[in-house]
């Protein structure tokens, strides 16, 4: 089983919709969470982290359930632009050679149709 | 300059050639990392170094070759590689032991022939 577990997708949506990604974990001591979004060619960028009380940014929530081990990302009024890979990363914690050790899921990719 | 640059962006290169990838972090960050994400799968991580120390190797075929000569430079020598190599390579920094997420560089698109 993979640590980060994501559905690949594609989801195809119409400008407008509302999307939701989910995401599951297996390492229960991880201890931060984000969304990365990587366009096509393009390298990962940071779009939020993930907090155990939920968090928005514009037309962007991010959950996490730790009891559950599953963190979600919502997209409101979808747009054009949103269409991307959205990456799942769990922060595994310091590891032997004292650095964060982030774990990637293969990601879930939107495309947005007018 | 700001952020992590990577050059070249696009290599084309024989199997026999021998080349280096260049990385330089702008951020003060004190570890680096390289990545290999091939189509359609998702990022490997390949190695690490913090605080200008190897700290991880994950198998990597001895034809990458890193080089940190200090905590703003990184380079990924390649020699003799194979048409599977051809990927794009990814390289990261962040600061430790901060959890605020790895920085990436835009990635050299590497093509071998």
């Known amino acids: 089983r993979k640590e980060v577990e994501q559905d690949p997708g594609p989801f195809n949506v119409p400008e407008g919709a509302t999307v939701a990604f989910n995401c599951t974990y297996s390492?229960?001591?991880?201890?931060?969470f984000f969304w990365y979004r990587q366009d096509c060619r393009k390298e990962p960028k940071l779009l939020m982290s993930v907090y155990s009380s939920g968090n928005e940014d514009g037309r962007f929530t991010a959950q996490l359930n730790r009891a559950s081990q599953y963190i979600s990302l919502l997209i409101r009024d979808s747009k054009l632009s949103d269409s991307a890979t959205y990456l799942c990363?769990?922060?595994?914690?310091?590891?032997?050679?004292?650095?964060?050790?982030?774990?990637f899921g293969a990601g879930t990719r939107l495309a947005v149709h007018p | 300059e700001t952020g992590v640059t990577q050059t070249p962006r696009h290599l084309v290169m024989g199997m026999t050639n021998k080349k280096s990838l260049k990385c330089e972090q702008h951020l003060g960050h004190n570890a680096m990392y390289w990545y290999k994400q091939s189509a359609k799968k998702p990022l490997e991580l390949m190695f690490v170094y913090s605080l200008e120390e190897r700290v991880e190797n994950n198998s990597v075929p001895s034809r990458f070759s890193p080089e940190c000569p200090n905590s703003s430079h990184l380079f990924l020598h390649l020699h003799t590689l194979q048409p599977e190599d051809s990927a794009l390579y990814l390289c990261a920094s962040s600061q430790v032991p901060d959890s605020y997420g790895y920085t990436f560089g835009s990635g050299t698109r590497l093509t071998v022939v």
């Open positions: 990363v769990v922060n595994r914690g310091v590891v032997a050679g004292g650095y964060n050790k982030l774990i």
């Open positions: 390492n229960s001591a991880s201890q931060s």
